[in-house]
């Protein structure tokens, strides 16, 4: 009896939960933790640990019963080459290492030797050893994974050398279907697509002499120096099988001429017959640089060559207008996420008929397009549909739109971020049945205590289902919004307040000693806070946040203490990464910047 009642407990109870709740469970009993380490743990096939950034020695304590791994994620932010490699293995037919801010190109060597099977991997990493050694490894890493089916690298950092990936053409397995290199020369593009086509080509003509197939590829990501149309023009040639195209490039200085993407270029896209997403990003940094040859009539061309597009992705296109986007509208039939960013010429009007074209979306995001209002939001609105709205950098959105993003059932993503609304709009969101999950109102400065109050004591269920909040940058927030925060949202998990000015101590003991609440918070920013004292680290020892992974204290007076606070609270915790570099929520973006004293 006892062992049937094991039997059940593993199979009805233990084996839905997360790897943080079993750990909490083994802690319980005898019985539990028996049933967690020789029944839960050696049947997992799967683990994801990229919610947190785990040292060597915990690291090891989680997996030494996870005899049964195909599939694991990590965030190797703290993590050393020794540490990954006891780690990996040849059981392993899928490895995804994020945020490799320690690691340098010997990994990948280290994986093309001790994961012969893998399937998918996928390494973010940061710049760290010459384009030569780099290639050496990953050409050996290339070597040793021949049935890879999807690649994701990514190099980051300030100074990148872009032909790290000048020999990765003559090494990909042809089992290949999914590919994404960051970064990427233009001219190295090409004569990657021109080994495609040689390749495919050769075979095609030889198919009864040898057995290998040719490339499939059928999902290609590339971040680059340049998009041209003679790099469009050379992936449509040699793989008009593609599902999904995501280019996105980042020029240092204007394009010439005859050396960009004009008209030409997006019409040969109609060659991919079975593309469903596209996406064309040019992301300049404080420099005005764009698709300054595309307009209405590129637009038009694209749309009526891709009407099979379900998932459209458009930014630094700042002469295209209404015209031009309500043709992707309307042509798409199936379209489920359309996102815009920086489109200056985009208005209410591209909108005006969206009943009549995609009554199917799912997400949209229009970023920093200032002629958005919220009439634009109320058409939207007739789309009842819709799961993620972000109008990020939309500042004419006002309360106005409010009454119909409350009407959305279906709705677990908002972003406000800089919009015009104010407290009073808050009232409509709070009595509302949407069950948003994720919301930010960073930059909003006429939302303010007030408005917490409203948006989360009302009668609606907001305050049940909300996770992520984002509050930065918001002048009105001072320690009264906390105190809401922390008597309504019982499932939140994901708290920034960054200059938030007017916060102080009393916050951080609120959220210390929070209740009753359903989840942990795991990540929590206060980046700039500058009421905040010294007097506020005693909350961040033990017992208190008790499940907090991330914490950003930049530009605070913590940041003076950085060593002592560093060496205190790790000591305590050692899944909790403390972060001094200003990064946002979990540093996702910013992480090739640390060096190993600030983790």
Request: glycine share 6%; aromatic share 6%; proline share 3%.
């Amino acid at each position: 009896m006892e062992e049937v009642t094991k039997s059940v407990l593993a199979e009805e109870i233990l084996k839905r939960l997360d790897l943080e709740n079993l750990c909490s469970v083994a802690c319980v009993s005898t019985t539990l933790h028996s049933a967690v380490v020789s029944d839960v743990l050696p049947s997992l096939t799967a683990l994801d640990l990229s919610g947190f950034s785990p040292e060597e020695e915990t690291l090891n304590h989680v997996l030494r019963g996870c005899i049964g791994l195909r599939s694991l994620t990590l965030n190797c932010l703290r993590l050393s080459l020794a540490a990954v490699r006891g780690v990996i293995g040849s059981h392993l037919h899928e490895l995804h290492l994020l945020r490799c801010s320690l690691l340098n190109s010997a990994v990948l060597s280290s994986i093309g030797t001790l994961c012969p099977n893998l399937r998918v991997l996928t390494l973010e990493m940061a710049d760290l050893d010459s384009p030569v050694v780099f290639q050496a490894n990953l050409t050996q890493m290339l070597n040793g994974c021949p049935y890879l089916e999807s690649l994701q690298l990514n190099i980051r950092g300030i100074l990148v050398d872009a032909t790290a990936f000048h020999s990765v053409r003559f090494s990909l397995p042809e089992t290949l279907k999914s590919l994404r290199l960051q970064p990427l020369l233009e001219s190295e593009a090409i004569l990657l697509m021109n080994r495609f086509k040689v390749t495919g080509s050769c075979l095609s003509k030889a198919t009864l002499l040898s057995p290998s197939p040719s490339f499939t590829l059928q999902s290609l990501s590339l971040v680059l120096d340049l998009i041209s149309d003679r790099l469009v023009i050379a992936i449509t040639g040699s793989l008009p099988q593609l599902v999904k195209l995501d280019l996105e490039d980042r020029p240092e200085k204007e394009p010439f001429p005859d050396n960009d993407l004009t008209y030409t270029g997006l019409q040969s896209l109609g060659y991919c017959q079975q593309l469903t997403s596209l996406s064309l990003v040019r992301t300049c940094y404080n420099r005005k640089i764009s698709f300054k040859r595309i307009n209405d009539m590129g637009i038009f061309l694209l749309s009526e060559a891709c009407k099979g597009l379900e998932s459209v992705r458009l930014g630094g296109f700042p002469r295209v207008s209404d015209a031009g986007f309500a043709s992707l509208l309307h042509s798409c039939r199936n379209l489920k996420r359309f996102e815009v960013r920086g489109a200056f010429l985009l208005s209410d009007l591209a909108f005006h008929d969206v009943t009549g074209s995609s009554c199917s979306l799912q997400e949209v995001r229009l970023s920093t397009c200032p002629l958005i209002t919220s009439e634009a939001v109320k058409k939207l609105g007739l789309c009842t549909n819709l799961e993620l709205l972000d109008l990020g950098s939309c500042r004419s959105i006002s309360d106005s739109c409010l009454n119909t993003v409350s009407a959305l059932r279906r709705l677990t993503s908002l972003n406000l971020a800089g919009a015009d609304v104010t407290d009073s709009g808050m009232v409509a969101l709070g009595k509302s049945d949407v069950p948003i999950m994720q919301l930010s109102f960073r930059g909003c400065k006429r939302v303010g205590d007030r408005g917490i109050s409203h948006l989360l004591s009302n009668e609606g269920i907001i305050s049940r289902t909300l996770s992520t909040l984002d509050l930065g940058h918001m002048p009105g927030i001072s320690d009264r919004a906390i105190h809401t925060i922390t008597r309504y949202c019982k499932a939140l998990t994901e708290l920034s307040i960054r200059s938030c000015f007017h916060v102080t101590d009393s916050s951080i003991e609120l959220l210390a000693t929070r209740e009753g609440g359903s989840k942990q918070l795991r990540k929590l920013n206060v980046h700039n806070c500058v009421s905040l004292t010294t007097g506020a680290l005693r909350w961040l020892s033990k017992p208190s946040f008790a499940g907090l992974h991330w914490l950003g204290l930049g530009q605070t007076r913590f940041a003076g203490r950085r060593e002592t606070a560093t060496a205190t609270i790790c000591e305590q915790r050692p899944w909790l990464t403390l972060c001094f570099d200003g990064c946002e929520l979990g540093c996702y973006d910013g992480w090739e910047f640390h060096t190993p004293q600030r983790h």
